[in-house]
């Protein structure tokens, strides 16, 4: 439970972002859309809550979903793109076929904005908005959200395939990828701290639960149970089993126990690293990791947007106008 102390730091930090994000920087403002389309808060709290309400694993599939997104070419929403005809998505790259959730969402929340604000809001901002709104839904912080995005007219099925992180990726690996999109290793650290919610797939942590040191033997017997070396690719586990569902710190405390589910999980948890530093410190300290959590998600919400002119504002968020 974070402290007092704690909490009234979290919520300076998002008041600090709020003031940094509406000063116009990346041209997104938490305001951009208060004229125009006043109900949007509201529509996406609304849909949110009851999409979570009749399945709580939704909220870990929307921050997933954000995440995918801006990790290709920026927030530009490109993720929910659909694969038509000639045009080729991201949707069936490696890391996103037949795993990414919450596409029907999104789609919910568009259909309810455009009667009241129609050609008004981009895609990019609503899965901005849902995956904070999730977040919190689940217990975690909520971050200052500049907003302004506008959907892009193309997609990189390349880029999802190469620029999304491994769950078998490396420490080194894995600060390369956040770093080429400009976050630090604190910002990866924190940023992995994600996977207090969701699940994963067998074929995802086979190889870590079948054959890795750096996993604690108990744990790996258990979930060998459901993912033998071979067979049951399908068969999920949760990231986190000390609080399924819940955002909090225990990740980290799991990878004290060499506990955690990934590989790329437990590689933050090596001795004399920086990440190993920040995991000890995340999993003492609830309020670092959320303070971390937020100010990292602020940085990857404003990955590459397209303001102004670019991109357009798509009236169906699969497919481009």
């Given at each position: ?14 008041v ?72 080729v ?20 929340i ?50 999802a395939n190469?620029d999304?992180p491994s769950?078998?990726s ?13 976050l ?17 797939r ?26 033998p ?11 986190d ?30 001795n004399?690293?920086?990440?190993s ?15 971390d959590?937020?100010?990292a ?25």
């Amino acid at each position: 439970m974070a402290s007092a102390s704690g909490r009234f730091g979290i919520s300076f930090l998002i008041v600090f972002m709020t003031l940094l994000v509406s000063s116009g920087r990346g041209q997104l403002s938490s305001s951009f859309y208060s004229e125009t389309c006043p109900i949007l808060p509201v529509t996406v709290s609304l849909v949110t809550r009851t999409a979570l309400f009749l399945d709580p694993s939704l909220g870990a599939s929307m921050l997933r979903l954000f995440f995918h997104d801006c990790f290709v070419n920026g927030c530009d929403g490109s993720v929910l793109l659909d694969d038509d005809g000639s045009f080729v998505g991201e949707k069936n790259a490696g890391p996103n076929a037949n795993s990414l959730r919450g596409f029907e969402v999104v789609d919910t929340i568009k259909t309810a904005v455009e009667i009241e604000c129609p050609q008004t809001v981009s895609c990019a901002d609503i899965l901005a908005l849902a995956a904070r709104e999730s977040v919190a839904l689940l217990g975690g912080p909520s971050w200052a959200l500049g907003l302004g995005r506008r959907d892009s007219t193309t997609a990189s099925l390349s880029g999802a395939n190469s620029d999304l992180p491994s769950p078998a990726s490396s420490i080194p690996q894995l600060v390369s990828a956040f770093a080429a999109k400009g976050l630090s290793a604190r910002d990866m650290t924190a940023l992995s701290g994600a996977h207090t919610v969701g699940q994963a797939r067998c074929v995802n942590f086979r190889d870590h639960v079948n054959g890795d040191a750096n996993i604690d033997a108990s744990f790996a017997e258990q979930r060998r149970r459901s993912c033998p070396a071979s067979g049951g690719d399908g068969n999920l586990a949760p990231l986190d089993e000390q609080t399924v569902g819940t955002f909090d710190n225990a990740y980290f405390q799991n990878l004290l126990e060499f506990r955690g589910l990934l590989h790329s999980d437990q590689v933050l948890y090596s001795n004399g690293t920086q990440e190993s530093s920040l995991v000890q410190l995340y999993a003492s300290d609830s309020s670092a990791f959320e303070a971390d959590f937020a100010a990292a998600m602020v940085k990857m919400s404003n990955l590459s947007p397209l303001t102004g002119n670019s991109g357009e504002i798509r009236m169906n968020c699969r497919s481009v106008n």
